[in-house]
């Protein structure tokens, strides 16, 4: 899963303008008849939500060349676009600022334009000048570098300190396969699983990197995280209940989400208490229902157990996503 990449794109370069005189029997003096060059083909971007990844961007595009202009008046052919697809979700940056953020299938970007024709000489056809022997070269495509930056589209996310369990769940959920070990930052790169339900629909849920204290100014690898549950619809918030006060973690990620982007820990959320097949964890968890007034789903990703009400109030979650979104007259995000 590529999340970053740069990239230089050159528009094509336009055509040279012809230069040329109409010539036929009985009619020496024809006047000039070179055609204007094509223009350059443009270099575009284009969400699909097909490609879930960065990996298949290659460093380099450019757009097609314009043809040159031929004689009796007749223009060179513009050059074809190149069209590059970048995943739902994909940012495109120039020296640090945004310059287009592409949310839907279908939308575009021109990275880069393409050069102009040049002119032929019958372009410069005056009463002055009824010969002319100007003609212009064609234009250099516009030239660009660009960084690409995809903030995952899942729609769920699921949120939690290292070694909570995430990965686990996600491989028991799904036919994802995150690394799973018994150390800190096993994950190192967000994976996105597919839940798959009986009629046919598919939840789209991200492991997200585990957060530290301080993830919002960016120790560890915050920022890097924090920026892919902000595309999340729901999140899932991940919790140890084999640890003492397992809520003290849930109010601190609640904390860096919210340090992070306003309004972020407001979103449709459940708590999953993991590692229930331990004996700590059975103690720990009604003092966490005493402690917090989000729901709670106590399973555990190891052995299995209570998996089927996890995937049944996920799809809850999702069906409610999806009627917010047609409420509004949007197109709610299929995988």
């Given at each position: 899963f590529v999340d970053h990449r740069k990239v230089r794109v050159i528009g094509g370069q336009g055509g040279g303008g012809g230069h040329s005189f109409y010539s036929e029997p009985r009619k020496q003096f024809g006047g000039p008849d070179g055609g204007?060059?094509?223009?350059?083909?443009?270099?575009?971007?284009?969400?699909?939500?097909?490609?879930?990844?960065?990996?298949?961007?290659?460093?380099?595009?450019q757009g097609f060349h314009g043809e040159r202009?031929?004689?009796?008046?007749?223009?060179?052919?513009?050059g074809a676009y190149v069209y590059v697809k970048v995943p739902v979700g994909t940012l495109v940056k120039e020296d640090g600022k945004i310059v287009a953020d592409l949310t839907r299938h279908g939308e575009e970007y021109v990275a880069a334009y393409g050069g102009a024709g040049g002119k032929g000489?019958?372009?410069?056809?005056?009463?002055?000048?009824?010969a002319p022997t100007l003609f212009t070269p064609g234009e250099p495509g516009q030239e660009r570098v660009l960084h690409l930056e995809l903030k995952t589209t899942a729609h769920a996310g699921l949120v939690g300190f290292p070694n909570a369990g995430k990965s686990s769940l996600l491989r028991a959920i799904s036919n994802a396969?995150?690394?799973?070990?018994?150390?800190?930052?096993?994950?190192?790169?967000?994976?996105?699983?597919?839940?798959h339900y009986q009629d046919y629909e598919q939840v789209a849920v991200a492991d997200i990197p585990g957060l530290?204290?301080?993830?919002?100014?960016?120790?560890?690898?915050?920022?890097?995280?924090?920026?892919?549950?902000?595309?999340?619809?729901?999140?899932?918030?991940?919790?140890d209940l084999s640890v003492s006060q397992p809520w003290i973690q849930l109010q601190d990620l609640k904390y860096e989400l919210e340090q992070y982007k306003k309004g972020l820990s407001q979103r449709p959320c459940v708590v999953i208490g993991n590692k229930i097949d331990l004996a700590q964890s059975r103690i720990n968890l009604p003092l966490l229902k005493e402690q917090i007034d989000d729901r709670v789903i106590a399973l555990s990703a190891l052995t299995g157990n209570n998996l089927e009400e996890l995937l049944l109030h996920l799809r809850e979650l999702y069906d409610s996503y999806v009627k917010t979104e047609q409420s509004r007259g949007q197109s709610p995000v299929k995988w």
């Open positions: 204007n060059g094509g223009d350059g083909g443009h270099v575009i971007f284009k969400a699909d939500q097909q490609i879930k990844s960065l990996s298949s961007i290659l460093p380099f595009y202009g031929g004689s009796k008046n007749c223009y060179g052919a513009n000489n019958r372009f410069f056809l005056s009463n002055d000048n009824r396969k995150p690394a799973v070990a018994a150390y800190p930052f096993t994950t190192l790169n967000p994976h996105v699983g597919i839940v530290i204290r301080g993830a919002h100014q960016n120790r560890g690898l915050g920022m890097a995280f924090l920026r892919h549950i902000e595309r999340c619809h729901f999140l899932l918030y991940v919790v």
